[in-house]
């Protein structure tokens, strides 16, 4: 930094300016610039982490953090929004359609956006994720998704803006791989709203297109259809427009209003975000009284049988239907659509929405929908009783579910999540289609209520979801599939504390805070997901206790829901809610990769006035000291444990822990029940065999 200041002076006018600045002001000048510089190496936010071998330094990992998004008018210290928060809406008409024959989708919206923020705009972003499966893509080039095969991508046919009085004008735009700007005739002003309709049409990939796609069932095609519509980009106070290219990852989107149409041929069945507004025309009255038996039972009730579906694939359907749905204050909407899809629901325990929400009075339901390929006892037979599990549970211990249903689809294995709707593979069975339903169903509250930028901060969504999906493992039925298993990341041997030790030593694995839009060296699976997960875990386990952790995370989630926190955001209300300041943790876990390891250097008795101590001596070796747990067992069988707090690593690496005694130890144990990830742990025991006593 220096070097670049002083570059700058020699480049600039050369001598003449240095020669009319005063020396003094020069030096505050260049204190100035390297400030920020001096402050973030001091707070550690480098997300460089020190040498292995170098000794833990006190002074590093204890020093005041510094966020990256500091405190302002729109995101308060605590890390709640501020007095002037804002975010933008955009509501939405849509009507596709989709033609089996050509497998393809034509589209028709039009977009409501409203301008919250203070700022004119005079363009406007919107996302074109279809444009991925073009050959000449980002994505292509860039991501690690491989494609067989390609589309022509989301093919624009019209943008006009529309006026008052509904006529439509045509409009300038332009589009940069997944990204589409449309250029304003005038800027749209702060606090007002444009209306504008897009036309389009695109080729569905096939199974390879992964997160939207169709696939083969032995009765029929099975259209999985999401990201299908020109969605708003989002701009916030952190950057203004957000218009990371779409390479295969995550969302980032604003919130609004969706009413929308799919018209697929009669004999097809489409379940999707949101609430059914048309039953009447497009079930038949079979089905119409099954939904309403459904809407009464805490059992799964069949609406499609396989009698149906097998009836309804030898039709050679000439005629289209109309599905008509609605779903308010989403980020989103998806849906499926096939005649090769049983259906099933059962009731959800939960308040009735409000009539003004313009859904139809009628009790919720958690649904499902699949081929007879994957019904079963043990299969998708259950996964109604699942998704009922997820949203009633979540919704008593975090925050109520906000919409209508629920449905879990049975198709080619996405394993994605959409507001409302989650697509996971009709082959699941068992443990792991009880461990993705509530994995994929529990992303309803991150990101879908809580709408963090998933692009760039994938742990604010996965690790925090993969976190209350462990909870609900061992709610579930008495624990039946607890704990849920993270084996795929590391060796499974029961206790996540040391299932995560290989991924701390791993020098491939980069912090959590490393964006996730970067390509990672490691898999950044087991970093946003289970390390992100596991940090959760530490905290309301370890560190703060589960009162305090619970509280607080519950206060994160109802003052964030439907806005954008930030990570700054939510490390200063868990500091600020849980009354302390964790910023050695949150540098240690988040920025850093440091972990904890502990030694036990020595162990004697000593005697004094007030009687004999047994004496240990406790070494920190890691640069994330957690609080832990030293347990003493003593001749006779009977144990004594004490807590050892951070803050004894706040000035030094070595310890000694005093504990009164009238009896020989045997042997001194720190973390006896693996509770902590210690790194080592072939000197955290020593047995004792000859008496102490001095």
């Avoid at 990992?61 to 990256?68: D, E, K, R």
């Avoid at 301008?115 to 980002?138: C, I």
Wanted: glycine residues 6%.
């Amino acid at each position: 930094m220096l070097t670049l200041i002083s570059n700058f002076f020699e480049n600039t006018h050369k001598k003449p300016f240095i020669q009319q600045v005063d020396t003094n002001i020069l030096k505050k000048i260049i204190f100035l610039a390297v400030l920020p510089t001096f402050v973030s190496l001091m707070s550690g936010t480098s997300l460089a982490s020190p040498p292995k071998t170098q000794a833990p330094d006190p002074s590093q990992i204890f020093a005041p953090l510094i966020m990256p998004d500091s405190p302002n008018v729109y995101r308060s210290g605590d890390g709640t929004p501020g007095p002037m928060a804002w975010k933008n809406q955009a509501d939405y008409k849509i009507h596709v359609q989709i033609i089996p024959k050509t497998h393809s989708l034509s589209g028709d919206e039009e977009i409501r956006y409203q301008n919250n923020s203070p700022s004119s705009l005079p363009v406007l972003w919107v996302q074109l994720d279809q444009n991925m499966y073009k050959s000449e893509s980002r994505a292509a080039y860039a991501s690690q998704w491989h494609f067989p095969a390609h589309t022509p991508g989301m093919e624009i046919e019209s943008v006009a803006l529309v006026g008052a009085d509904g006529h439509a004008q045509p409009v300038e735009f332009l589009i940069s791989d997944t990204r589409m700007q449309i250029v304003l005739p005038s800027g749209l002003s702060s606090h007002s709203s444009v209306r504008f309709r897009i036309k389009w049409h695109y080729i569905i990939p096939g199974p390879w297109g992964g997160r939207t796609a169709v696939s083969n069932s032995k009765n029929g095609e099975i259209y999985e259809i999401a990201q299908f519509y020109p969605r708003m980009a989002v701009f916030d106070d952190i950057r203004g427009w957000d218009t990371l290219p779409y390479l295969g990852g995550e969302f980032y989107l604003d919130y609004g209003n969706i009413d929308y149409e799919v018209t697929v041929p009669d004999n097809f069945v489409v379940a999707g975000s949101g609430a059914l507004l048309n039953p009447k025309n497009v079930l038949s009255p079979l089905e119409q009284q099954r939904l309403a038996t459904a809407r009464r039972s805490e059992k799964r009730v069949l609406i499609r049988d396989q009698s149906d579906v097998e009836t309804a694939s030898h039709q050679n359907s000439m005629k289209n239907k109309t599905w008509h749905f609605a779903m308010q204050n989403t980020r989103d909407i998806a849906f499926v659509t096939s005649p090769a899809l049983m259906w099933d629901a059962a009731k959800l325990d939960l308040p009735a929405i409000p009539p003004a929400q313009g859904y139809p009075a009628e009790s919720r339901l958690a649904m499902s929908v699949y081929p007879v390929e994957g019904a079963g006892a043990q299969a998708w037979d259950r996964s109604t009783e699942y998704v009922k599990h997820t949203i009633e549970y979540f919704s008593h211990d975090w925050y109520a579910y906000p919409w209508p249903d629920a449905v879990n689809v049975g198709g080619h294995g996405a394993a994605m999540e959409y507001p409302g709707i989650v697509f996971d593979g009709m082959k699941d069975r068992d443990a792991k289609l009880f461990w993705i339903t509530t994995h994929e169903l529990g992303h309803t509250w991150f990101p879908m209520i809580v709408g963090s930028n998933e692009r760039r901060h994938s742990f604010m969504d996965e690790g925090f979801n993969t976190f209350i999906d462990s909870l609900a493992s061992l709610h579930f039925n008495k624990g039946e599939f607890a704990p849920k298993h993270d084996g795929e990341y590391a060796p499974d041997t029961g206790k996540p504390a040391d299932d995560i030790v290989k991924v701390l030593l791993d020098p491939i694995y980069e912090p959590i805070m490393t964006s996730s839009n970067l390509g990672g060296k490691g898999d950044r699976h087991a970093i946003s997901y289970f390390k992100a997960a596991y940090g959760l875990e530490l905290l309301r386990s370890q560190i703060l206790g589960p009162e305090r952790f619970d509280r607080a995370f519950r206060h994160y989630i109802a003052v964030w829901a439907y806005r954008h926190p930030t990570p700054s955001d939510f490390f200063r209300l868990i500091n600020s809610d849980a009354g302390e300041d964790l910023s050695w943790f949150w540098r240690g876990w988040y920025f850093n990769t440091w972990y904890p390891d502990y030694a036990v250097a020595d162990v004697h008795s000593a005697r004094d006035t007030s009687g004999t101590k047994l004496q240990i001596t406790l070494l920190n070796k890691g640069w994330l000291p957690l609080p832990v747990t030293v347990a003493v067992t003593w001749k006779d069988g009977s144990k004594t444990s004490v807590r050892v707090p951070t803050e004894v690593w706040s000035k030094r690496n070595r310890d000694v822990l005093e504990i009164p005694t009238s009896q020989d130890a045997s042997s001194v144990t720190i973390d006896p029940d693996h509770a902590i990830p210690d790194v080592d742990r072939t000197n955290n025991s020593v047995a004792l065999s000859a008496p102490l006593h001095p």
